[in-house]
């Protein structure tokens, strides 16, 4: 029986770097940052230290969840995201995903996807006007050793995740 990660536990006291030591153990398949180039390594870790604190999985509905989650609640402004994607080796990622599993593959996907995930993007983007403080992004190896809770609660994030 498969049990629900620690990370995803809304009030789990994990720490965030504990927190990642499970989601890269339950997701193996997953690229290691340190095998990339250093500065996608940095983008890529930081993406997946958001999949832990935000709770998120790795299926379609939470890699579309995420983007604005970051875009509206960390310093990862659409504007920066844009920039990173940039980034010659997000291109390749993207194009060995479109390689591996076909264009058609990913559109379908996002397209199956997005009406059940609209209504929880208007609501995030309802909760999220006018927020004072943002979750680090590229910076949030201080938050390593805190718990999970701690920053969702710092962070008021609780309330994104289910």
């Known amino acids: 029986m ?11 006291i994990q720490t965030l770097r504990e927190g990642l ?10 690229t290691p940052p340190d095998s990339q180039p250093p500065e996608f390594a940095k983008i890529l870790l930081a993406h997946d230290a958001g999949h832990v604190i935000y709770g998120c ?16 609640t960390s310093e990862c402004t659409f504007q920066k995201f844009r920039e990173m994607r940039k980034t010659p080796a997000v ?8 390689q591996q599993n076909g264009v058609l593959w990913l559109y379908g996907n996002i397209l199956r996807v997005l009406p059940p995930l609209m ?3 208007i609501s995030i983007w309802f909760k ?35």
């Open 128 to 162: 999220t006007r006018n927020r004072n403080k943002l979750l680090p992004f590229l910076e949030f190896h201080p938050l390593l050793d805190r718990s999970l809770l701690d920053i969702r609660q710092e962070f008021d994030l609780l309330s994104f995740i289910k």
């Open 119 to 121: 209504p929880e993007v």
């Open 57 to 72: 999985d790795t299926g379609m509905y939470d890699e579309l969840k995420i983007l604005p989650l970051f875009w509206w």
């Open 21 to 30: 030591e499970e989601y890269y153990a339950i997701n193996p398949h997953l």
């Open 91 to 98: 291109d390749v990622m993207y194009d060995d995903m479109i």
């Open 2 to 12: 498969n049990k629900k990660p620690l990370y995803k536990d809304k009030s789990s």
